[in-house]
């Protein structure tokens, strides 16, 4: 093996023994976040397609399609900037913690 895999020297992270100091917080998931977005954007598309004037040019449901797909990034958009805020409310309620690694050190 090379040195640089097995120091000779370990570090005192890869001692057994040894704490490390992590923040600990309660991350939100991105695409629960995306997909309620999108399917907020696909209902407002609906109901703006079926419950406005019919057009002689094009049917309700082309309408509605048309307007699912600029909704829906509209929605996945706006989800997307809710979820960095509610990201950055969590990270400031954040508290240090002190961890001991676990397990082999060559496969942390």
Same mark, same amino acid.
């Given at each position: 093996?090379?040195?640089?895999?097995?120091?000779?020297?370990?570090?005192?992270?890869?001692?057994?023994?040894?704490?490390?100091?992590?923040?600990?917080? $309660?991350?939100?998931?991105?695409?629960? !976040?995306?997909?309620? +977005?999108? @399917?907020?954007?696909?209902? #407002?598309? &609906? =109901?703006?397609?079926?419950?406005?004037?019919?057009?002689?040019?094009?049917?309700?449901?082309?309408? $509605?399609?048309?307007?699912?797909?600029? !909704?829906?990034?509209? +929605?996945? @958009?706006?989800?997307?900037? #809710?979820? &960095? =805020?509610?990201?950055?409310?969590?990270?400031?309620?954040?508290?240090?913690?002190?961890?001991?690694p676990m397990g082999d050190p060559e496969h942390r």
């Amino acid at each position: 093996m090379e040195s640089s895999q097995n120091p000779t020297n370990p570090t005192p992270a890869d001692e057994p023994g040894t704490q490390v100091e992590v923040e600990v917080y $309660a991350a939100p998931r991105f695409w629960p !976040f995306v997909g309620i +977005g999108a @399917l907020v954007g696909v209902v #407002v598309a &609906l =109901v703006s397609a079926y419950t406005g004037e019919e057009s002689a040019n094009f049917t309700r449901a082309s309408v $509605a399609g048309f307007l699912s797909v600029g !909704f829906a990034f509209f +929605g996945v @958009l706006l989800a997307s900037i #809710v979820f &960095l =805020v509610v990201d950055r409310i969590t990270r400031k309620k954040a508290r240090r913690a002190l961890a001991v690694p676990m397990g082999d050190p060559e496969h942390r």
